[in-house]
């Protein structure tokens, strides 16, 4: 057997690294393998989106502390789930919705998403004030939704591919909408522009409180085991500066100021060497 290249022994170390990161290693959970029968097709934007590592963690922080700002999404998390102790396995479980439905065989992709639906017929209560929530509502969904394309693409834009043209820009919203409907939400935006004005009429649906807060200090201090402290503190810190300017007093963040270039540098540098150890340059 060859012995393998120094290159090649750092490459696959990132590699094992991040993929333990997104999946439960333990209990011999394996990388979602990608599927020539996906949903969607190689090489398209949502495929080429949700396929970098870096771009992804700091969208996926950025769309959960959007999406704990909707009363009834907020509310749903604190009733049903056990954030507070298991915040990175609420990470790693959406993180593999995302792999399965965007990758994965679209068998895969029907089976996670009819999971997902099943789950949500019980996630159902009451607000503070009384007022019943569902996770089916198609309007919370439609938060839930726009709030994560809009940051995936985002933190994409910012840190990978400042140059996407806009065709492909509405090429991912138009793909992701498909997933979307599939879990019920509505409306669904199917360009960048339909994706901003609802996000834009849906912040009248937003309120701040301390849960919210609670839950924004969990996801950017409560450190997914393996990670480095100063990564975490990065992908944070970048994903509070893509907020938009009304969410962060909302959520009780500033913005960030002097350690912002050191950031901006540190997720381009990582995001740089995660596509060099994945072979995606």
């Keep these: 057997m060859p012995t393998m290249r120094p290159s090649d022994r750092i490459r696959q170390k990132l590699v094992d690294r991040v993929r333990a990161v997104f999946n439960d290693v333990d209990a011999g959970q394996e990388p979602v393998p990608p599927s020539d029968e996906a949903l969607f097709a190689k090489d398209?934007?949502?495929?080429?989106?949700?396929?970098?590592?870096?771009?992804?963690?700091?969208?996926?922080?950025?769309?959960?502390?959007?999406?704990?700002?909707?009363?009834a999404a907020l509310q749903g998390v604190l009733d049903h789930s056990n954030f507070r102790e298991d915040m990175h396995g609420r990470l790693r479980r959406t993180a593999r919705f995302i792999a399965v439905t965007t990758f994965g065989h679209r068998d895969d992709a029907a089976e996670i998403v009819s999971r997902v639906n099943r789950i949500h017929t019980q996630v159902n209560g009451s607000l503070?004030?009384?007022?019943?929530?569902?996770?089916?509502?198609?309007?919370?969904?439609?938060?839930?939704?726009?709030?994560g394309g809009l940051s995936f693409l985002e933190a994409y834009i910012q840190y990978v591919r400042p140059a996407m043209p806009r065709a492909e820009q509405d090429e991912y919203f138009r793909q992701f909408a498909v997933i979307a409907?599939?879990?019920?939400?509505?409306?669904?935006?199917?360009?960048?522009?339909?994706?901003e004005a609802l996000f834009a009429e849906m912040r009248a649906d937003l309120k701040p409180s301390a849960e919210a807060r609670e839950v924004a200090d969990l996801v950017l201090n409560q450190r997914p085991e393996g990670t480095p402290p100063g990564i975490q503190t990065m992908l944070g810190t970048a994903a509070v500066d893509l907020l938009p300017p009304f969410a962060r007093p909302m959520l009780g963040l500033k913005q960030p100021r002097l350690s912002l270039l050191p950031t901006k540098i540190a997720a381009h540098t990582v995001g740089r060497t995660l596509r060099w150890a994945f072979r995606q340059n």
């Design 181 to 195: 409907r599939m879990l019920g939400a509505d409306p669904v935006p199917e360009t960048k522009s339909e994706a």
């Design 128 to 147: 503070p004030d009384g007022t019943p929530y569902s996770a089916q509502d198609p309007r919370t969904l439609a938060w839930v939704h726009v709030a």
């Design 44 to 71: 398209t934007p949502i495929r080429m989106v949700h396929a970098d590592a870096v771009s992804m963690m700091i969208g996926g922080i950025r769309s959960l502390l959007l999406q704990m700002l909707h009363p």
